[in-house]
Structures are given as structure tokens and as C-alpha cells.
């Protein structure tokens, strides 16, 4: 039986959100050099239970000089997850197959998250290169969710989700490439909302990839830091394709049509465990008294069939991060040292597939684009579960086992989730749900036409006022 971790404690910090801490810190009725030694007392206190933490930057976190005082989450600690650029710091991306090089300068979104005045205390453990979606490798760190030790935080933002979860910091960075920062929100009990494609600078190497599936975000507890957040994000670069979020403070006053993913029949891929669904279902009567129309659907394409050419794709992203180290990440990657047998196995997947490449990126962007313009000729806005089963135990995605049982399992788990991020739409998870057990939080998924994101953040508003969820420190 694991362990609950919880870092909250009667400190500078407290129990608030990133909001209420910047508040508290420009009204001076906290300092922030008080806040910033709090924070590292608590990753240093929970941090061996949890091992969310690959590099501390204590030190820089202590010249406040350098933060952004016109930011408006001035002096909030934060973390940074370890496949992003930091000046004057290495990026290991979760392996030990490379020896990466210390970063001349920070990637364009890691000065876009410091735009909005956080204090950076270190880097945080992602599974190796990112692509699975748990951290589980027992040769550097294994990740564990404070919810329960015993547990997964999801991936590939493991890190971040136990650090904001646990309550060392209440925001710290992620990014998505197949449900990277929505797995580790269910898991966590977090907000992870993935924004329109180019709604925030790319992660660093992604810009050139035929079709950009990766994401940058953040985790947070409340929709109000997220969408905090995202306004602030904004001031600092706006891509002018896409319509303004701007400070989204109050939920939706417009009534939705949302169309809600029925259950796929047992043994298929998509199967919910009993929980999952319940919550789902739970939701869904809950719009329908707050007024919105839902309506439950077929899962309008053949899951199988698309798991397939996105595996085929994520192939191609890792056969190129392994064999093309240099280009990826500065230094030779050295093939026999890569751990994870889904990194190898999906490059391998691409490996035989080269010449199915093309036609797989077109399957992919069309069915996404059918799928989409299908539905939003009759709905607002798509409900689905972000997980199909609760939170999974460590040792689920263990490297230990056999690369055919590992694809299964997260193709499984993550069904409702790569299509979105083919389509470039904002898909936002909330934890609006618990297990029977009462261990677990479990997510739900809202999914908008692209640019809309600020839509989603309103939804998100009435749901979490709807129906607030708890917090590690009141559970």
C-alpha cells in the first residue's frame, strides 16, 4: 500500500494557487524570498518520496533580480520539465544515451513561461525522450503519484504533475505529444489544458516536423491559474491566425450542444473500466442540469485503423530522435544504451514502415479533419474520458515488459486523446471525477473547434464551480 504525499504545510505558501500566491507576494503580505525558501523546503522534503525532480536550480532561484516584476505571477515557484532549454543547464530528456550539452540560451517558450514573472527552481523527470506515458525507468528515477505512491503520475509531464499535485509549487511546465500533459492532469487531479497548434511557441526542434503534434502548456490546480496563464502568455506573443483568449475570469454564460463518446464494447480499444464511466455519465447529467444539450455518439472513426499510422508517425519522431541525436539534442545518442523498449519498439515500428510514412501522415490529418467538421456541423463541443481506465499502478508500463504488451497498454489507455493532437484542436482535462475508493481522481476531456480555446476555459469555469474538486491536503 503506498504512501499519500502531501507538501502543504502551514508556510509562506500555504494552500494557495499560483493566483492567490502572486497576489499575497505583490501585497506584500508575503515575501518572495520567503515563498521561494518554502518551496524548496518542500521539494526537498517530499521530493525522495516522489523522485519528481532530475536538476535543482535553487541557487538562480534565489536572484530574484532576473524575474520578471511586470509578470503577473511574479515570484510563484516553479519547475521546468527536463525536455526544454534553460540557459546555463543541461537537457537529458530522461535518458542516459546522450551526454547533452549545457543550453547556450532558453527555448522561445521557456522565455514565454518566464515572461509571466515565475521563479524557476529546477527541471523536472519525464520518462525516456517523452514517449511513453509513464516514468518508470528503475536505472535513473521512477516517478511516483502522490495520490499513492504505489502509483503512476502518467507521462510524459511526470514530474510537473507530482510536484503541483503534492504542492510543492502550484504550476510548473508540460507539453503534449499524445497526452502528455492531460494524462499526468487525470492522474494528478490537475488542470491540463493542450492549446490550439501554435497558440504558444513550439517546443524547440518541433518546428520542422510535417505535422506538429507536440504541445507546450502547464499544470495547474485551478482553471483560473491556466487561463492566468494563457493571458499572460499572450501579452508576450500572440499568433495573429488565432482569435485572442485574453483574461477569461467568468464561466460560460452560452448554453452548449456537446456531444459525449459512448463506451466502446469490451475488448476493444477505448474500453473504460467501470469507474471511468461512471464519472463520465455523472458529468453528463450534470450539464444537462446546468442547461447544456448532450448527446452520446459513436466514436465516429475506427480506432484501430488510426492507432496504427499515429504509431507509425510516433515512430518517425523517435527513430529520429535516436539516430539523429545531433540534430535532436546536440550529442550522438548511443543506441545500445536506450532503456525503454517503447521508444525502441515504436522507432522500429517506423523502421518497417518508411514507406508508409506519407500516406500515414495523410490518413491521419484527413480522418481528423473528417472527424472534426462532422461533428461540429451539429455540436459545440466534445466530452470524452482523458483516461479509459483510473490511474495505473507503478510497474503497468514497466520497462521490464514486452514492447507488443506496452503499445497495447498505452494505445489502450490513451484512445481519446492523439486525435486532437493531428487536428491541432484545444482539448482541455479536468479532474471531475473520483474512484470508488475514493484514491483516485479521475479526468474528463472537453475538446473545442481550433482557436477555441477561451470557449473551453469558460467551460472549464462552470465545471469546476459545478462541481469543485478536492485537493490532497482536503481529501
Not at 504542492?167 to 494524462?183: E, L, M, Q
Not at 506538429?212 to 500572440?238: M, P, S, W
Not at 482569435?243 to 452548449?256: A, D, F, Q, S
Amino acid at each position: 500500500m503506498g504512501n499519500k504525499i502531501n507538501a502543504f504545510t502551514d508556510d509562506a505558501m500555504g494552500t494557495m494557487d499560483a493566483t492567490a500566491l502572486a497576489e499575497a507576494i505583490a501585497t506584500k503580505k508575503v515575501s518572495l524570498q520567503e515563498v521561494t525558501e518554502a518551496a524548496i523546503a518542500r521539494a526537498e522534503r517530499v521530493n525522495p518520496a516522489l523522485s519528481a525532480i532530475v536538476l535543482k536550480t535553487y541557487n538562480d532561484a534565489k536572484n530574484i533580480e532576473r524575474l520578471n516584476k511586470n509578470g503577473a505571477f511574479y515570484g510563484v515557484p516553479t519547475f521546468v520539465k527536463d525536455n526544454d532549454f534553460m540557459k546555463g543547464y543541461p537537457t537529458q530528456k530522461g535518458s542516459d544515451a546522450f551526454v547533452s550539452k549545457i543550453s547556450k540560451s532558453n527555448s522561445k517558450y521557456v522565455d514565454q513561461f518566464y515572461s509571466t514573472g515565475v521563479n524557476c527552481l529546477g527541471k523536472t523527470t519525464i520518462p525516456e525522450f517523452g514517449f511513453i506515458c509513464s516514468t518508470e525507468n528503475e536505472k535513473l528515477y521512477v516517478t511516483r503519484n502522490p495520490w499513492d505512491t504505489d502509483h503512476t503520475t502518467g507521462g510524459s509531464s511526470s514530474g510537473s504533475g507530482a510536484l503541483v499535485a503534492s504542492g510543492v509549487v502550484p504550476i510548473a511546465t508540460a507539453n503534449d505529444g499524445a497526452g502528455s500533459t492531460r494524462i499526468p492532469a487525470a492522474c494528478c487531479g490537475l488542470v491540463g489544458l493542450k492549446s490550439t497548434r501554435k497558440r504558444v511557441f513550439y517546443m524547440q526542434g518541433t518546428e520542422t516536423l510535417p505535422v506538429n503534434i507536440v504541445y507546450q502548456g502547464v499544470l495547474t490546480r485551478t482553471v483560473r491559474d491556466t487561463a492566468l496563464f494563457y493571458a499572460e502568455a499572450e501579452k508576450y506573443y500572440h499568433n495573429k491566425k488565432l482569435p485572442k483568449i485574453g483574461h477569461v475570469k467568468e464561466p460560460l454564460k452560452k448554453r452548449l450542444k456537446i456531444a459525449f463518446f459512448e463506451n466502446v464494447p469490451e475488448g476493444k480499444q477505448g474500453h473504460m473500466d467501470a469507474d471511468t464511466y461512471r464519472v463520465q455519465l455523472e458529468n453528463a447529467k450534470l450539464l444537462e442540469a446546468l442547461g447544456h444539450q448532450v448527446e452520446m455518439i459513436k466514436i465516429p472513426l475506427d480506432i484501430e485503423d488510426i492507432t496504427l499510422h499515429y504509431l507509425t508517425y510516433y515512430g518517425f519522431l523517435s527513430y529520429m530522435t535516436i539516430n539523429f541525436g545531433r540534430i535532436a539534442h546536440g550529442s550522438k545518442v548511443n543506441k545500445a544504451m536506450v532503456q525503454d523498449p517503447f521508444t525502441k519498439g515504436i522507432a522500429g515500428v517506423f523502421a518497417g514502415r518508411k514507406s508508409k510514412l506519407i500516406s500515414s501522415i495523410r490518413t491521419l490529418t484527413k480522418a481528423a479533419k473528417q472527424t472534426e467538421d462532422e461533428i461540429y456541423q451539429k455540436y459545440d463541443v466534445i466530452m470524452t474520458a482523458v483516461m479509459t481506465k483510473t490511474t495505473p499502478p507503478i510497474g503497468y508500463f514497466s520497462p521490464l515488459l514486452s514492447f507488443d504488451e506496452i503499445v497495447w497498454r498505452g494505445a489502450d489507455l490513451a484512445t481519446y486523446l492523439p486525435l486532437f493532437n493531428i487536428s491541432g484542436a484545444p482539448a482541455i482535462s479536468l479532474p471531475l471525477g473520483v474512484s470508488t475508493d475514493g484514491k483516485f481522481p479521475i479526468g474528463v476531456q472537453f475538446v473545442a473547434p481550433f482557436g477555441q480555446d477561451k470557449l473551453l476555459l469558460e467551460l472549464a469555469l462552470e465545471m469546476e464551480q459545478a462541481n469543485p474538486w478536492k485537493f490532497i491536503y482536503n481529501q
